[in-house]
């Protein structure tokens, strides 16, 4: 015969431990939309950084060309003053600057000619990490809008849940229900546990043979001395 109202207990314990898993499921959403979007905004960080490198480079090609250009209109500015100077001390010093300027204009065509070619590179890897990148990304926008989704019936669940609880607990006696609510404080700890081999199934510990006795006749509600789970007996 089984004790006095166990089967209303284990009703009100199998839906509490529903309602449990919803609700460790819905706080465990926020969590992952968390980790996706951290993810969304590497994946858009690492698409600015190959932006910024290929405007790097084009930001510097406009440089040399305006150093190019200055160096360039030094030169003129040379030769202009070259006609000018009547004593030929000064005409050559002139010619050595305007013979240092174009050497120092030769040098940065060079570096602009190596930068043109690192722009063209960069352009082909911003357009390949771009593509990537964005399928990725959207990629995981849809984990995200499935992980609403979910937690919107989560949301559905878990009401539904509590108010299984909450019509389940009136069935149970209020002593019975007084046991029950101090065991289950522990999350993850069920409260109605089976007795075997004489010892507890929630703690495992060895059990008094009379309250072993308890929970095998069924004539009131046993409740281990170790841990104060009730126990029932299962043949």
């Known amino acids: 015969m089984p004790a006095p109202h166990l089967d209303k207990l284990l009703i009100l314990q199998d839906r509490d431990s529903k309602r449990l898993g919803f609700e460790a499921q819905l706080k465990s959403i926020p969590r992952e939309v968390a980790a996706v979007e951290a ?4 994946e858009r960080s690492a698409i600015e950084t190959a932006k ?15 150093e190019i250009k200055a160096a360039e209109e030094k030169i003129g500015k040379y030769r202009t003053q070259q ?5 030929n001390d ?6 050595h600057e305007i013979d240092t300027t174009q050497a120092s204009i030769g040098t940065l065509e060079e570096q602009e000619i ?5 722009i063209d590179e960069a352009k082909q890897r911003f357009a390949a990490a771009e593509a990537e990148l964005k399928k990725n990304i ?5 984990r995200i809008r499935t992980l609403r989704e979910h937690e919107a019936q989560l949301n559905k669940d878990v009401a539904a849940a509590q108010a299984d609880v ?3 607990r009136p069935e149970v006696p209020v002593p019975y229900v007084r046991i029950y609510d101090r065991i289950a404080v522990k999350p993850g700890h069920p409260v109605c546990v089976t007795v075997n081999g004489g010892r507890c199934g929630g703690c495992h510990l060895k059990v008094p ?4 006795v308890m929970a095998r006749n069924g004539s009131e509600i046993a409740t281990c001395d170790q841990c104060g789970r009730i126990l029932y007996w299962q043949s």
């Open 166 to 168: 909450a019509a389940a």
């Open 138 to 142: 959207t990629g995981h926008e849809a």
């Open 209 to 212: 043979t009379h309250i072993e």
């Open 39 to 42: 993810r969304i905004a590497a």
């Open 90 to 95: 000064e005409y050559q010093a002139l010619t």
């Open 114 to 118: 190596a930068v043109m070619l690192s």
């Open 52 to 66: 910024a490198e290929w405007h790097g480079l084009e930001s510097k090609k406009k440089q040399l060309e305006l």
């Open 83 to 87: 006609s000018q100077v009547r004593k």
